[in-house]
């Protein structure tokens, strides 16, 4: 396969947009467009046409693919789904209390409070709910709440 079928084919199966650019780049101006024209076409600089085409010259389309590819989780796959399981069995849960069962159990301590957030949603949780049941699924707690409103708007209007 030759160079240019190889960028078509990575232009129409990569799904990073980064990506998506600096091939574009490449093939626009291999087909001999000017490097002033495409760079205004894709929004980017010339130097950034220019630095990706020698990227792809000195390493084809290896050279466009993006290098940080993000890190590996703290906790494995099993681990994982042992403390989602672990989180459905609690009657309640605090993000406290999950930091603290992630570093007792699995030694991991998250540097981003976000990532805590992250494996409650994925169990299913919302971090910031206050209560543990809907007090209007209650009626009695509903009822009383709404004849304390009444009576303080009635104190209200009399005054």
């Known amino acids: 396969m030759n160079d240019l079928t190889e960028l078509k084919d990575f232009i129409q199966t990569t799904r990073e947009t980064r990506e998506l650019k600096r091939a574009l780049a490449v093939q626009k101006t291999l087909e001999g467009r000017p490097w002033a024209v495409v760079a205004k076409e894709l929004g980017v600089r010339r130097d950034f046409v220019g630095k990706w085409r020698r ?78 049941t809907n007090p209007q699924a209650d009626p009695e707690p509903v009822q009383a709440k709404r004849e304390a409103i009444q009576k303080k708007s009635r104190w209200l209007r009399q005054r």
Not at 89 to 101: D, I, L, P, Y
């Open 55 to 132: 990227r792809y010259r000195e390493q084809g389309v290896k050279g466009l693919r993006l290098g940080y590819k993000g890190s590996r989780g703290y906790l494995s796959p099993a681990a994982k789904q042992q403390i989602l399981t672990w989180l459905h069995q609690q009657s309640s849960w605090t993000v406290g209390a999950v930091q603290q069962e992630l570093a007792q159990t699995y030694g991991v301590r998250y540097r981003s409070p976000q990532s805590y957030y992250a494996l409650l949603a994925e169990a299913g949780f919302s971090w910031k709910k206050a209560q543990k």
